[in-house]
T-cell receptor
């Protein structure tokens, strides 16, 4: 059958601003979450992860927040740069599936 | 340490043919997972191998198969190619089974005509 292309949510920000990318996950039994960045023509690149016993974790210019009550994950990027332009995926792991389940992704477009 | 490598990077095949893609994991990583990425379906899990055994399998037809060698390198095979198999095929490695942090290769872009 004919496939319909995924319409990626897009976040457009000015260089130097902070970016917040959101993700709703599906499985309440998931206990590990990862954010990946995928640039055009490349494979997903690991950015940061968080376990379900935490609600916040910080890396270099990035922070991940986890709200298990509403099954919501967010990625904050401070002082966004043109090199941050990419598609960002959240992924969840846990429960009986024993595999990573990816979200649909968000396109971050950084305007110089 | 070298990352995950995949060969070939690009491939063009015609319907009905079969294809074999190769993946070399990060040194010391023993688990390899395969994903299919398309604009229509996003990133979808194909299968995972550890110690030459398939540990987990996604919801794909039997035309999709894989294997892992004793050096942890992995191959996936798609037989009787269909137009809808055109996709980016990604390989990811992790230290071991149920090691959630996976590191991806650049992918193999397959076009089926």
């Amino acid at each position: 059958g004919e496939s319909v292309g995924l319409h990626l949510p897009t976040l457009s920000v000015q260089e130097g601003d902070n970016s917040i990318i959101n993700c709703a996950y599906s499985n309440s039994a998931s206990d590990y979450f990862i954010w990946y960045k995928q640039e055009s023509g490349k494979g997903p690149q690991f950015i940061i992860d968080i376990r379900s016993n935490m609600d916040k974790r910080q890396g270099q210019r990035v922070t991940v927040l986890l709200n298990k009550t509403v099954k919501h994950l967010s990625l904050q990027i401070a002082a966004t740069q043109p090199g941050d332009s990419a598609v960002y995926f959240c992924a969840e792991y846990g429960g009986a599936t024993n595999k990573l389940i990816f979200g649909t992704g968000t396109l971050l477009a950084v305007q110089p | 340490k070298a990352g995950v490598t995949q060969t070939p990077r690009y491939l063009i095949k015609t319907r009905g043919q079969q294809v074999t893609l190769s993946c070399s994991p990060i040194s010391g990583h023993r688990s390899v997972s395969w994903y299919q990425q398309t604009p229509g379906q996003g990133l979808q899990f194909l299968f995972e191998y550890f110690s030459e055994t398939q540990r987990n399998k996604g919801n794909f037809p039997g035309r999709f198969s894989g294997r892992q060698f004793s050096n942890s390198r992995s191959e996936m095979n798609v037989s009787t190619l269909e137009l809808g198999d055109s996709a980016l095929y990604l390989c990811a490695s992790s230290l071991g089974p149920a090691q959630e942090t996976q590191y991806f290769g650049p992918g193999t872009r397959l076009l089926v005509l």
